[in-house]
């Protein structure tokens, strides 16, 4: 009697349990999982790829992507991707080689179907002219690599996670395709609205001039019309001395930049020192998506950046007068 | 001085030939460095008789490429001063592919066994001056290095595990300028790695390791030792960093009890300012089967105690300071300061170095 009745009840629920995991299966194929370098361009393949993708970024923002450590959950999550993207123009050249390297597949090393550099697709700015060695810092040979600040810039670049993807799914091509066309219309149009912002604000004309610690912001710049007078670094990737950080200042003061701009992951220690030694305000920005917080999406982190900007260009102006 | 200049000579023609190459090379992938490694001391108090003036304690030359689609290459050569006369040794010489089996690295050919951490580092990529004495006395000052052959594969799991297999000919272990004997069985090694993040964006790797070689003697050499690395970023800056290794070696000589040794070592390491960091090495290291005639156990015990201040003003160049505290401990014997030293180390970097692991 028992024995019918769990027959009874559960034959029909293991039936119903089998169709849906059968349909399941046939209706959504395996979704394409990317691994990104950093969350900028996470994002971006998000936004390519909806729910036809999954995607996870190794580093969360916070990081300086230049100095980061080839660690062993790097090499676990890449080993199981189907598709592996970077910045690309050697910004990650001291640890992704090794990840890759070590996560052994053939696929996803450059050359394999499944690999994507966007800095690939970039008209890089600052690409030096002559032969570069390390007495001028750390220069990338293939230019300016922090393209991802300008929406146009980082759109195009975009286009090579696009033909990764469809190397890997070629049946999704036009899918793609018909939201990368949708994709470069809001980043151009973000770019817009935020020109339009920028232009309403103080900083036009002589304010719109800054420096900054790193050059990090220069595909910003070029977006925005912003004009770029002076690094706190003296050379590429080292930490400026304290009578280089006086020269800077000095430098601003006779040029009455009231602008410097620098990002969360620089030295916090010798932004304070440049602070003191300027009386200045540096406006500290992050350059990256950020889970967990107020700039989780690429249009929050350019607007975060806008307000901050325009915000500390305000204080300095008055602080000056 | 002599040694000094042979090693430079032999450095810089490599670097001069591997750079003529350049135009062509850069096409075949071509990377090439030369890293020098200067070290003087001067012994405070010791019971050696004289301190070793400042001398390049290494300068090794390496190339490396792609070799076709599937295949890499790799060759080091090292020269080292010994008895007032430059060795040149090859330090790597190898065939390696992270594309013929999916998760899988396979190496052939001459180098370091990936066994340990220290095992695993070049010399002058240590993060202090000198080898401690576990090291130096299971390994070798250096490392061990042979003709071998390894697999390592890393599985696509949620936890990072990555497994490490090799056999190495085995016929001389650790520093050797003979060919050796055939043993009557070769070096074998394996080790187990994982990793964990911890909070505020660092990771702790900790690999389990073990060693087996009977040499032709039926001398039988067991290690199994745990090393752990822990680092912490901050921005640009390694704000912590830990390195740790502890092994018991197990000996067994044909007709005679077993000997086992214990020793480790610690290394905490401080970010002070953006490029100068300070630790302090702490190792020990015993013998837990010694033995009187009457064969009671005899208490024993080494230990070494090094602060080490270091400036990095890039990551192709290192100036570091240490000083060490040797004690030593047998039987009741009061425990004593041996030795005592101040060392200085400059490392540099020439051309362009592959990407360190964690």
Partial sequence: ????????IMLPVILILISEASASTQLSPPKILVVTSTPDIAWAIREIGGDRVEVQSLLTGREDPHFVDARPDYVAKVSKADVVCSVGLELEVGWLPKVLAKAARRDIQPGGK???????????????????NRSQGDVHPAGNPHFWLSPSVFAKATREAVDALERVRPELKGAFDARYSEFLRMMLGLETRLQAKLSQSALTGANARYAEYHREFVYFSKSFGLTGVAVLEEKPGLSPSAARLAMVSTQLKAEKVSLVLAATSAPQKLIRKFEELSGLKVAVVPVSVQSNSDFESYPKLLERIVDVLIEASKQNQKRAQ | ???????????????????????????????????????????????????????????????????????????????????????????????SSSKLLPYTQIRLGQGFLSIGKLNRVHQHDWPFIEAPKVHTSFFDSEGVNDVLLEGTVNTPTELPLEFTLGVAKGWVYGHAHNEGKRPLVPTHYTRVQSF?????????????????????????????????????REGRALAFFLQSEIWLR???????????????????????????????????????????????????????????????PSEFSTFRLAYSWQLEQRGDEVTRVADSRLQAQITFILGSHPSHDF
């Fill in chain 1, 1 to 8: 009697m028992k024995i019918r009745f769990i027959i009874q």
């Fill in chain 2, 1 to 95: 001085m002599k040694i000094l200049y042979r090693a430079l000579l032999i450095s810089f023609v490599f670097l001069f030939l591997a750079g003529s190459q350049m135009a062509t090379a850069d096409s075949g992938g071509l990377s090439t460095f030369v890293a020098v490694d200067l070290v003087g001391e001067a012994f405070v108090r010791s019971r050696e008789t004289s301190s070793k003036e400042a001398q390049i304690r290494g300068a090794e030359v390496f190339f490396a490429a792609p070799i076709d689609p599937v295949f890499d290459g790799t060759l080091g050569i090292a020269a080292h001063p010994e008895g007032g006369v430059s060795h040149f040794e090859l330090h790597e010489a190898t065939i």
């Fill in chain 2, 250 to 312: 197990q000996v067994k000589n044909p007709g005679v009890d077993r000997e086992d040794t214990i020793g480790l070592y610690v290394f905490p390491q401080f970010n002070v300012t953006e490029n100068v960091d300070f630790g302090i090495r702490g190792d020990a290291y015993s013998v837990l089967s010694s033995k009187d005639a009457l064969g009671n156990k005899i208490e024993n015990a080494s230990s070494e105690i090094v602060p080490t201040v270091t400036y990095k």
């Fill in chain 1, 114 to 132: 499944g690999y994507c550099e966007f800095g690939s697709k970039v008209e890089t700015l600052e690409k030096p002219t002559s032969p570069v």
């Fill in chain 2, 196 to 232: 964990f993040e911890l909070p505020g964006g660092g990771g702790l790797q900790f690999a389990g390791n073990y060693l087996g070689r009977t040499d032709s003697n039926a001398r039988r050499t067991r290690l199994m030792g745990l090393d752990i690395t822990a680092k912490w």
